[in-house]
């Protein structure tokens, strides 16, 4: 069963959870949600988006979210989008890198997401996601090594 779930929703930070298949139904779940409890903002809470329970989906479901989080940036502090699973996390990578990336990530425990939101100072995970960005490219473009000839 698909759902959307508010689990929070204090001045400063709205919890959802989304479960099951993210495809264009729930993603506009998703978005009315939103819009209903996180009216034109004026005091920029932080958001918790759970897909922990979301077991798969599509590039609709896709598309209409990263459309919600370029809509949501304006209004929000930070947004984190919570989810242990690596193709889930990489859905939320991409959104985030779509539209507003210093104010959204992608974290896999509930523990990092509140330590993250909770911070003042967004300069910590960052600079972190700079260090790591720049230690991949590194890795990734040193040339390959040359195999050796054989027969002699």
Not at 131 to 139: E, S, Y
Request: charged share 30%.
């Amino acid at each position: 069963m698909s759902r959307v779930v508010i689990c929070r929703n204090e001045p400063k930070r709205l919890h959802i959870e989304v479960s099951g298949a993210l495809g264009i139904g729930l993603a506009r779940a998703l978005e009315s949600c939103i819009d209903e409890h996180l009216p034109e903002a004026e005091n920029s809470p932080d958001v918790l988006i759970d897909l922990r329970g979301v077991t798969s989906y599509d590039a609709d479901g896709r598309g209409v979210l990263a459309t919600v989080h370029e809509r949501l940036m304006p209004r929000i502090r930070r947004c984190a989008y919570l989810t242990d699973r690596p193709r889930l996390r990489g859905m939320a990578l991409y959104i985030s890198r779509r539209g507003g990336a210093d104010k959204a990530r992608p974290l896999p425990t509930v523990e990092r997401a509140e330590q993250w939101l909770a911070q003042e100072d967004a300069q910590w995970g960052e600079q972190a996601f700079e260090r790591t960005k720049r230690l991949m490219q590194r890795l990734f473009s040193r040339p390959k090594p040359r195999a050796r000839g054989g027969g002699q």
